[in-house]
C-alpha cells in the first residue's frame, strides 16, 4: 500500500509519499510560486519518481496547509494542526508541545500521551510573528533569504526589532542599517521577533519539538525560542515535512479503511 | 528615535531632584522593608484608588502602576510582556498590566536599583475602577496567587456631571470596605487620622498643582517630561506629610525660575499641551526631540490626574468619593472637552498632542471625534500620536519624529500668529 502526503504551505509545497508501514519512500519540497495547482504537480511528481511509483498506484492521498483547497487530487483533507501534531507524535510517542513555524502563521499545540491534540492556537495577526517576515527582511538587508541564518550567526547581538506589523517593522530594519547596525545584527533581531511572538501565544509544556519550513532554513529562530525562554527546545528530522509526513499517516488510516 | 538629529541639551536639572530621589528611595526600601519584616500591614492600591483610608489604618503602600512606568522608562517591559500574553492576558489590554504581571512571572524588577528582588508582597490589594477595569484584573491576579484580599471600589465612568447621588454611592462603598481594611490592619479606623490624611492628600494635590501652573508662565520652568518624574511623591507618597515638603520645596524653586525668567528649555518658541498617557520607553528620546524643535510641552491632562480639588478634610469619605469622580478619565467627553479648552487658555498653547495608546483606551481621547471639536472650537492644531504607554510595539519612531516635526513646521508656517498666538 502507498500514500501520499501533501502539504500547501504560503512558502513552500511538500509531499511525502510513505508505504503500509509509514516508511517515506519519496519526498520534495518546491518554493511556492505562480499557482498551487502546478507546485503541487511539481511536487508531487518529484515525490512519486523518488519513489519509483506512479499516481495511479496511489491508494489516498492526504491534503492539508493555506491551500489545501486547490489540490488537483486529494481523497483526504486535515487541517495543519492535527498533521503537524501527528506527523510530530509519529516520531516521538509521547506527550509534548509542537510548535510549527511556517511561513504563515506559528502554531503552538499541545498533545498528550494518545497523541491527541489538546489545545492549538496560532499566533495573532500579527505580520512580524510570521516567518514571511525573514523574506522581507532579507530583501532591505540586500541578501537572499537563505543568507539570513549565516549573517545571524555572525552577529555578536542582535539589533532589536519590535512592531506589531511588519511594513513597520522593515521600515524600523531600514532605520537600523541607517544608524549602523550590521545586517548580521538586524538578522538576529528578526529571528528573535518571531521567537518572541511566539512564545507570547500560550504556555509551554515540556518537552518542545519545532516542526516547519522556518527550522530549517533558520534555526536561528530555533536557538532564540531556546534562549528567550530558557527551555530545551529540540527540531524534529526533517520538520519542513511534518505537516506533510503526518498527512500521509491520515492517508495510510483512510486507505486501511 | 532613538538617535534624533535634531536635539538639545536640557536646562540644567532641579535642585529639588536630590530629595526626590532619595524620597522615591526611602519610599520603596520602607514598603519593601515592612513587606518582609512584617513590620506594617503593605496593601497595593491602584494610582488614584482611596489612599487615605489606608495611610490612616498604618498600612505601607505600593503602587503597582508606578511600577508599570518603571518598567516601561527602563524598557524591562518589552521583555516580560510576553509573558503574561502565555498566560492569557491580551496584548490588547492595558500594558502596565501585562508589563507587571510579566515581570512578575520573569522575576525581574526595574526596583533592583534600589536593593529590592520584587515588587513588596503586599497583604490586601485595593483598587477603584474610576480609571478602568483592568486595575481589578490586574489586582485579582495577585489575589490568586497570594490568597490575599482583593476589595476596591466599582466606580461610575463617562460621567458627565457629578451629582450628589453618584457621590453617595461612591461613599458606602469605601464606607463599605473599612472593615475588610481593619481586620487586615488589625486596628479601627481613627477617624482623626483619616482626616488628617485627607487632608495631606489635599495639601500635596495643591501644592503640586502649584508647581504644574508654574508653566503658565512664559518661558515654561517645568515641562512635561520633567513633571512625569517629579509627580513620583504625588503618586506614590499622596497622604504623607514628606510629599508636602517635597512639592514645596520644588514649588520655590520653580517660582525663582519664573522671576528669573528661566525656562526649561534653552529656547521657548512654541508651546503645547499633552493629553494620554506619556511613552515611557521613549520618554527622553521624545524630551530631547521637542527641545531640539524649541518646542515645550507645558502641559498635560495626565501629569494634573493627581490633583484632586474636592479632598475635604471636614469631610473625609464624602469628599474622597467626589474627589475620584471628578477626575478627567472618569469623565464623559463633554467635560473632557471643556477641560482642555480652559487649559488650552491657561497654559497658552499653539498645539495639541494626543497620545493614542493602544494598549489604554481608557486614557486615549481621540476615539470619539473629541481632537477635532477642538480643533474646531478653540482653533488650535492638533497632532494625534500612535504609540502605547509600555508596549513600544505599537509605536514607530520615525512615523512620529516625522509628524512632530511635520506639526512644528506647520507651527511655524502659521506665522508669527500662530507662535504664542493660540491663546494670547
Known amino acids: 500500500m502507498i500514500v501520499a502526503g501533501v502539504d500547501l504551505g504560503t512558502e513552500c509545497v511538500k509531499t511525502v509519499v510513505v508505504d503500509g508501514d509509514a516508511k517515506i519512500l519519496g519526498r520534495a519540497t518546491v518554493p511556492t510560486r505562480g499557482y498551487f495547482q502546478d507546485c ?54 509521547g506527550p509534548m508541545t509542537v510548535v510549527d513555524i511556517g511561513g ?39 541578501v537572499h533569504p537563505t543568507r539570513l541564518m549565516d549573517l545571524a550567526s555572525s552577529a555578536e547581538k542582535a539589533a532589536p526589532v519590535g512592531s506589531y506589523c511588519s511594513v513597520f517593522a522593515e521600515v524600523e530594519v531600514i532605520e537600523l542599517l541607517r544608524q549602523g547596525s550590521t545586517a548580521g545584527e538586524i538578522a538576529l533581531g528578526c529571528m528573535q521577533s518571531i521567537a518572541d511572538r511566539i512564545l507570547e501565544i500560550d504556555h509551554f509544556e515540556d518537552p518542545i519539538f519545532v516542526t516547519g519550513g522556518v527550522c530549517e532554513y533558520f534555526p536561528g529562530v530555533v ?8 527551555l530545551a527546545v529540540e527540531i524534529l528530522p526533517e520538520p519542513i515535512l511534518t505537516g506533510a509526513y503526518g498527512a500521509a499517516l491520515f492517508a495510510l488510516d483512510q486507505a486501511r479503511g | 528615535m532613538a538617535s534624533t538629529d535634531r536635539t538639545a541639551a536640557p536646562e540644567p536639572g532641579f535642585r529639588a531632584s536630590s530629595r526626590l530621589k532619595e524620597l522615591m528611595a526611602e519610599h520603596f526600601t520602607g514598603v519593601d522593608r515592612a513587606a518582609r519584616e512584617k513590620s506594617a500591614p503593605v496593601a497595593w492600591c491602584t494610582s488614584v484608588g482611596p489612599v487615605e483610608l489606608l495611610r490612616a489604618l498604618g498600612f505601607q503602600v505600593f503602587f503597582p502602576e508606578n511600577h508599570g512606568a518603571l518598567l516601561g522608562a527602563s524598557r524591562v517591559a518589552g521583555e516580560v510582556m510576553g509573558r503574561a500574553h502565555a498566560i492569557g492576558y491580551s496584548p490588547d489590554i492595558c500594558s502596565y498590566l501585562t508589563s507587571d504581571i510579566g515581570a512578575y512571572l520573569a522575576r525581574k524588577t526595574p526596583l533592583s536599583r534600589y536593593g529590592l528582588s520584587a515588587a513588596p508582597r503586599p497583604d490586601l490589594l485595593l483598587y477603584s475602577t474610576n480609571q478602568c477595569r483592568e486595575v481589578r484584573d490586574w489586582f485579582e491576579f495577585y489575589g490568586r496567587e497570594w490568597s490575599v484580599p482583593v476589595v476596591g471600589v466599582t466606580s461610575f465612568r463617562d460621567l458627565g456631571e457629578v451629582e450628589d447621588s453618584h457621590v453617595d454611592a461612591i461613599t458606602r462603598q469605601l464606607e463599605a470596605l473599612v472593615p475588610a481594611l481593619e481586620a487586615v490592619a488589625g486596628r479601627r479606623l481613627d477617624p482623626a487620622a483619616l482626616e488628617l490624611a485627607v487632608e495631606r492628600s489635599r495639601t500635596c494635590s495643591d501644592l503640586w498643582r502649584q508647581c504644574l501652573e508654574a508653566s503658565a508662565a512664559r518661558p515654561a520652568p517645568l515641562t512635561f517630561f520633567d513633571a512625569t518624574i517629579q509627580m513620583g511623591p504625588a503618586v506614590v507618597l499622596r497622604g504623607t506629610a514628606e510629599a508636602c515638603d517635597y512639592y514645596r520645596l520644588l514649588a520655590a524653586e520653580l517660582a525663582e525660575r519664573v522671576a528669573a525668567g528661566r525656562g526649561a528649555l534653552p529656547r521657548e518658541r512654541f508651546r503645547l499641551y499633552w493629553d494620554g498617557m506619556p511613552i515611557w520607553g521613549r520618554l527622553r528620546d521624545l524630551a530631547s526631540l521637542f527641545a531640539g524643535l524649541e518646542t515645550s510641552v507645558v502641559a498635560s491632562t495626565y501629569c494634573n490626574s493627581w490633583v484632586f480639588d474636592a479632598l475635604d478634610p471636614r469631610d473625609p469619605l464624602r469628599s474622597m468619593a467626589r474627589a475620584s469622580l471628578e477626575l478627567f478619565i472618569a469623565r464623559a467627553e463633554g467635560p473632557k472637552q471643556r477641560y482642555l479648552e480652559r487649559m488650552s487658555r491657561q497654559f497658552q498653547v499653539d498645539g495639541l498632542v494626543f497620545h493614542d495608546a493602544r494598549t489604554c483606551p481608557n486614557n486615549s481621547n481621540v476615539r470619539f471625534g473629541l481632537a477635532q471639536r477642538l480643533r474646531r472650537t478653540s482653533r488650535v492644531p492638533v497632532l494625534v500620536l500612535d504609540g502605547d504607554l509600555n508596549d513600544l510595539r505599537c509605536f514607530s519612531d520615525e512615523q512620529a519624529r516625522t509628524n512632530i516635526e511635520a506639526f512644528v513646521e506647520q507651527l511655524e508656517d502659521a506665522g508669527p500668529a500662530a507662535a504664542g498666538g493660540g491663546h494670547p
Do not use: N, Y
Not at chain 1, 491534540?117 to 499566533?123: A, C, F, K
Open chain 1, 40 to 93: 503541487f504537480q511539481e511536487a508531487t511528481g518529484t515525490a512519486l519518481q523518488e519513489a519509483q511509483v506512479s499516481a495511479s498506484q496511489l491508494a489516498a492521498v492526504c491534503v492539508t496547509g493555506f491551500a489545501a483547497s486547490c489540490a488537483p487530487i486529494s481523497s483526504r483533507t486535515m487541517s495543519e494542526t492535527l498533521c503537524h501534531a501527528r506527523g510530530a507524535w509519529h516520531k516521538t510517542q
Open chain 1, 104 to 142: 504563515r502563521d506559528p502554531k503552538v499545540i499541545h498533545v498528550d500521551a494518545r497523541g491527541t491534540v489538546t489545545s492549538s492556537r496560532s499566533v495573532r495577526k500579527c505580520g512580524v510573528g510570521i516567518g514571511t517576515f525573514l523574506m522581507f527582511a532579507s530583501r532591505h538587508l540586500d
Open chain 1, 223 to 230: 536557538k532564540a525560542l531556546a534562549s528567550r525562554s530558557a
